[in-house]
């Protein structure tokens, strides 16, 4: 008796460590996570102040159409240089040019050169500095010639005297390499960036497309200024026609700009650890419930001689809060070690090697930690103790009776819950929740309906898991275990919710995702009529272009009937920021994409002239014939008028004016283009021929149709393939709590493990029989996950059917791929508990109490 | 010390049979010349140096073929071990044990679980049934694991014998106590392996079942000419052996053959006031009985 006490005792030790393991991994991805922002954080903005040393006062204009990261750059006149050069203090005085993904290289291969995210600069030479230096070679001093910094050369292997194509506002063009730069430090690159540097007034056409301008001037002080005195004295001089900041303002905005971004990835991050914390609930009740269970008469006698139902709550709460300390200490550390593994993997192969900064724990990660840890385990362990607080004395005396309690209020609980969070949901994607509230009205009625879809599922168990488990019934173990898995609904239902949330999560996120490909199909096949797009894949700021004389030479190949090519700005209508687009052929357009006009006339689109979409008249209560006041990217604000309204149509949407326009947007060079077939002409030899012309512009490709939305939602792929990485958190908790589920029934069934042996079940067989126990429950998690995740991706693209979610889509394959993973969770979960079980000494089991 | 009724150490032609498991259903004697299972010189020792104690001690054992054995003694005795060791469940630490000519010393776990499934029944005092399975699912669960094709006429002869054939639909939760005990005997009669053994079979029954438990186990050594082996420390139980043998302190020290209640109850005081006292060395591995 002492032994088998022992043994519990240990048993149970090992419960509470695998409850635990959970709750660790949950406060790891918590503290990871902030140690992981705050360190790139302070390492970039460390780079910063470095970046911004050299320059004391830095003067740029305002910009036309504030688009932020995504606009055209506001740009100064040169005569500024001179003008800056008169004020008293200011000693050295430099006009810069430079533009985020400005100049993008063609690589040895013919690609262009990607960089993971990182700006590729293209700047003007402003010769060599205390911050920059040539590490071979010379600065350009022709329009035929450019540097580049050390980080492009050594990705590409360019080197001095190399030939180099680069794409620029202008269509591919070659310069010869004279030299490679590099920063302080020694450093090829500051965080993985890439940079060509040309001659002053290439660099002003190419990278602004305007002469004589510059995007920046940096001013050095003269000794005994400050930077402040200089920055006023040179408001003073230039009024508030300007933007002027000193060094110091403008390292401090840039990490306020980067700590904006690096939030949202903080969020994403805090995100999954919620997830994984709220599976882990599941994994802590689970441990609590069976704990209080399996000690029902000790919990009892304590009632009998006088403890308080408060008292017996709070010795639950008490061992609780010890496991959430325990776990919250473990995951903080090991949750620091891995944020900061990850900072210095994402600095090393993605950051271009920026210095990080030194190890320092943000105070919010420790609160995070120890918050979070504490108080899931408390809460989690909240209902068994009211439980136990329950039991009457009287079961001291009693053989302890697990009634199987009706299942009827949590049943009716869930639905209502699951109902409850539905609405809400719904009022979050319809908008009905009111402006702002969308979010957090989505994240509740997610949480609702996750919470609801758990409780329902103990009654759903008593019918599904017998079925899943009459998979296995002619098969003598995989009957036995399938019947296991059927004994106790609450715990399996328990156990596979765990598994269900991450799944179902994971499977919405797949159908919405795959509603937006077939809804994108399915608007293409009915509204557009083209039969080849030259398109590409925006990677950056800048949308991919190509050469203009593309579009000519299209219309010359011999079946093509017409050619509709696309321009892109970013411009400000009556005030308000919008896209506005350039088309080569309205007439052509409005019968390629099946529009038609609601007011006025879609033909002949001319210069100074606009067709909407009915939508966004009405929003601004215009109608052909009217005038607004547009804003391009450069040029000045003109009165335009709108000579169409074209009905509501999936495949267009918004302002649509003439080319001729397109002189005034920042790129005047064509995004896309599409191609429609003469009758009877072959579309595969067009394609082979357009591809052809193509050659110079590499950022660019042509397609077919379905080719076009492969493209064109490619980046989906990434979006999931991520979200599918993080959600293996919950799933690995997930597995933890099977694992945790089914050591506890080996040992409770540790007689009948002992009888099955005894007449003769062999090792293997026992084996099997909890394998079958292990997957039928985590494949009835991994059903349930695909189920509840199919209809809340399903009522997700039908709340957003206005945002052009026309059809839903359902991924198979992965619906599949998700039901496979439970089947293999199982397994994988099983592993351990059966080679406890397999262990057991035959006589020791049946004698066992 | 051989307590045995047979000289013959070889099983013999009928045992040997049926171990094949062709033994016919008709309600013959059984040739009583075989040895079922024996134990040769059989030691068990639990724990080494101060700790150590002897649960056997050169035993010697024949249980013969087709005949009802029961082995009694106070706890501590060590007839439950004695049990074990003879049924493949415990390791000996010294000697030798067989199941009809197949020694069990030494053979792999893997042999010896098949040599359990195949050849050896077994009814326990409580927990014989699985909770999940029917009785039916219950009786026919061995041959189930064998994979072997129950014989359908023999299984409706058992649940017959055992008066079950109203109960073979009902998990074991809704079954009596000695309905619960006549599915686990059914189920041990199922493979009709060349042993069964019993370990206090009746000894959570009121005396009603534990009277028709008993008369079952008779029944069926007399009509079917099944072997029995019986661990109990009722003497009314012991009774309704052919045979029973005394063990006390590790030996055997006795045996009756057809034994009456009050041969049993005598032949216990005697043993009680030799001062081999039941209680004098508690054994380990007696837990449950």
């Not at chain 1, 579009?551 to 970013?570: H, K, M």
């Not at chain 2, 004697?29 to 002897?54: C, F, L, M, N």
């Not at chain 2, 006390?248 to 005081?269: W, Y």
Request: hydrophobic residues 45%; aromatic residues 6%.
């Amino acid at each position: 008796m002492v032994r088998a006490t022992m043994k519990s005792l240990l048993s149970h030790k090992l419960r509470m460590l695998s409850s635990a393991l959970a709750v660790v991994l949950g406060v790891m991805a918590v503290s990871g996570a902030l140690v992981l922002t705050d360190t790139l954080s302070r390492s970039y903005k460390a780079m910063f102040s470095t970046a911004f040393d050299n320059t004391d006062v830095a003067v740029s204009g305002v910009p036309k159409v504030d688009a932020g990261y995504y606009g055209a750059p506001a740009t100064v006149p040169a005569s500024l240089v001179d003008r800056l050069g008169r004020v008293p203090g200011a000693s050295r005085v430099v006009g810069t040019v430079g533009t985020v993904d400005g100049a993008r290289v063609v690589g040895k291969d013919g690609k262009v050169v990607t960089s993971f995210g990182a700006p590729r600069f293209g700047v003007n030479w402003t010769g060599e500095d205390p911050y920059v230096n040539l590490q071979a070679g010379r600065g350009p001093q022709a329009d035929d010639e450019v540097a580049i910094n050390g980080g492009l050369a050594k990705s590409t292997g360019y080197q001095v005297g190399d030939r180099i194509d680069v794409l620029t506002l202008q269509p591919r063009q070659t310069f010869t390499v004279v030299g490679v730069f590099g920063y302080y430090g020694n450093r090829d690159s500051l965080a993985g960036e890439t940079m060509v540097a040309f001659t002053t007034p290439a660099a002003q056409r190419l990278l602004l497309g305007t002469p004589n301008v510059f995007t920046a001037v940096n001013v050095t002080r003269a000794p005994g200024v400050t930077q402040q005195q200089l920055r006023d004295r040179i408001v003073a001089e230039l009024g508030s026609q300007y933007r002027v900041k000193t060094g110091q303002e403008l390292a401090a905005e840039s990490g306020q700009q980067l700590d904006e971004g690096l939030k949202f990835f903080n969020y994403i991050l805090l995100g999954f650890a919620f997830v994984a914390l709220f599976v882990g609930v599941f994994l802590i009740l689970n441990t609590f419930s069976i704990i209080v269970a399996q000690r029902m008469r000790e919990l009892a006698l304590m009632r009998a001689v006088g403890a308080s139902r408060v008292q017996i709550v709070a010795s639950v709460e008490a061992e609780a809060a010890v496991v959430g300390v325990v776990a919250s200490v473990v995951g903080f550390g090991v949750g620091v070690g891995v944020g900061r593994l990850l900072a210095w993997m994402y600095a090393t192969f993605l950051g271009g090697g920026v210095a990080l900064a030194p190890l320092e724990v943000p105070l919010s990660a420790v609160y995070g930690s120890f918050a979070v840890g504490v108080l899931v385990t408390m809460v989690a362990a909240l209902l068994p103790a009211l439980r136990a607080a329950r039991i009457p004395p009287v079961a001291a005396m009693r053989e302890a009776a697990t009634a199987d309690r009706p299942l009827t209020r949590i049943t009716v609980a869930g639905a209502a819950v699951t109902l409850a969070g539905g609405g809400t949901l719904w009022a979050g994607l319809t908008g009905h929740a009111g402006q702002g509230n969308s979010l957090v009205a989505l994240l509740i009625g997610l949480l609702l309906v996750l919470t609801g879809a758990a409780m329902l599922t103990p009654s759903l168990a008593r019918p599904v898991v017998p079925v899943l488990g009459a998979v296995f019934a002619n098969w003598t173990p995989g009957r036995l275990g399938g019947r296991n898995s059927a004994r106790n609904p609450r715990r399996t239902a328990v156990t596979a919710s765990a598994l269900m949330v991450g799944i179902a999560l994971i499977t919405g996120i797949s159908v919405v995702l795959t509603s937006v490909t077939v809804s994108m199909n399915h608007i293409l096949d009915k509204q557009m009529h083209a039969d080849l797009v030259i398109a590409g894949e925006q990677s950056g700021p800048l949308p991919p272009t190509f050469d203009a004389e593309v579009l000519d030479r299209t219309r010359a190949v011999p079946g093509v009937a017409e050619v509709v090519g696309v321009y892109a700005d970013t411009g400000l209508v009556n005030g308000g920021q919008t896209t506005i687009a350039a088309i080569t052929d309205s007439t052509a357009m409005h019968e390629m994409f099946g529009m038609t006009a609601k007011e006025g006339t879609l033909d002949g689109l001319g210069a100074g002239q606009l067709v909407v979409d009915e939508k966004t008249a009405q929003s601004l209560g215009v109608h052909a014939g009217d005038t607004v006041r547009v804003q391009l990217s450069k040029g000045e604000a003109s009165t335009y008028t709108i000579t169409g309204v074209y009905s509501q149509t999936p495949g267009v949407i918004g302002w649509v004016t003439a080319q001729a326009e397109a002189a005034n947007f920042r790129i005047d060079q064509p995004t896309k283009a599409f191609i429609e077939a003469s009758k009877g002409a072959s579309v595969t030899a067009l394609k082979t021929q357009i591809a052809a012309l193509l050659v110079d512009s590499p950022e660019v490709s042509v397609t077919d149709r379905s080719g076009y939305v492969q493209q064109q939602t490619r980046s989906l792929d990434t979006v999931l393939a991520m979200m599918q990485m993080l959600l293996a958190l919950s799933i690995i908790i997930a597995l933890l709590g099977i694992v945790n589920t089914l050591a506890l029934s080996v040992i409770e069934r540790t007689r009948e493990l002992g009888l099955l042996r005894a007449i003769g079940l062999r090792r293997r067989q026992l084996m099997s029989m909890i394998g079958v126990e292990s997957t039928v429950i985590a494949v009835f998690g991994a059903l349930l996950g695909v189920v509840l995740g199919v209809a809340l991706g399903a009522a997700t693209a039908r709340g957003l059917r206005d945002q052009g979610f026309t059809t839903i889509g359902l991924p198979w394959a992965q619906l599949l791929t998700y039901l496979a993973l439970g089947a293999i969770v199982g397994v994988i979960a099983s592993v351990v508990p059966a080679i406890r079980a397999a262990r057991l000494n035959v006589l020791a089991a049946i004698t066992y109490e | 010390m051989v307590f045995s009724e047979s000289t013959r150490t070889e099983g013999s032609e009928a045992s040997a049979a049926r171990e094949r498991g062709d033994v016919g259903l008709g309600a013959r004697r059984p040739d009583q010349d075989g040895t079922a299972a024996r134990a040769v010189g059989v030691w068990k020792v639990y724990g080494s140096g101060e700790s150590e104690v002897v649960a056997l001690r050169d035993v010697d054992v024949e249980i013969a073929t087709g005949r009802f054995t029961a082995i009694m003694g106070a706890s501590g005795s060590g007839k439950s071990t004695l049990m074990h060791c003879l049924a493949g469940l415990d390791e000996t630490t010294r000697g030798e044990v067989f199941v009809g000519d197949t020694k069990l010393t030494g053979l792999s776990d893997s042999k010896l679980t098949r040599l359990r499934r195949d050849r050896i029944g077994f009814v326990f005092q409580q927990f014989n049934l699985l909770p999940t399975l029917t009785a039916e699912e219950n009786i026919r669960l061995p041959l189930d694991i064998a994979g072997r094709r129950p014989d359908t006429e023999w299984l409706a002869t058992i649940v017959k014998t055992m008066r079950l054939e109203d109960r073979l639909g009902h998990r074991p939760a809704h079954l009596s106590g000695g309905e619960q005990q006549r599915v686990a005997c059914a189920r041990a009669l199922a493979t009709r392996p060349a042993v069964i053994f019993a370990d206090e079979p009746t000894g959570n029954l009121d005396s009603r079942s534990s009277t028709e438990i008993l008369g079952f186990l008779r029944d069926s050594v007399r009509d079917h000419g099944q072997t029995i082996v019986m661990v109990t420390h009722d003497p009314k139980a012991a009774s309704y052996a052919d045979r029973v043998l005394f063990l006390s302190d590790g030996r055997i020290v006795g045996e009756i053959l057809q034994p009456t209640t009050e041969q049993i109850l005598d032949r216990l005081k005697g043993l009680d006031a030799t001062g081999d006292g039941p209680e004098a060395a508690p054994l380990h591995g007696e837990g449950a009985l």
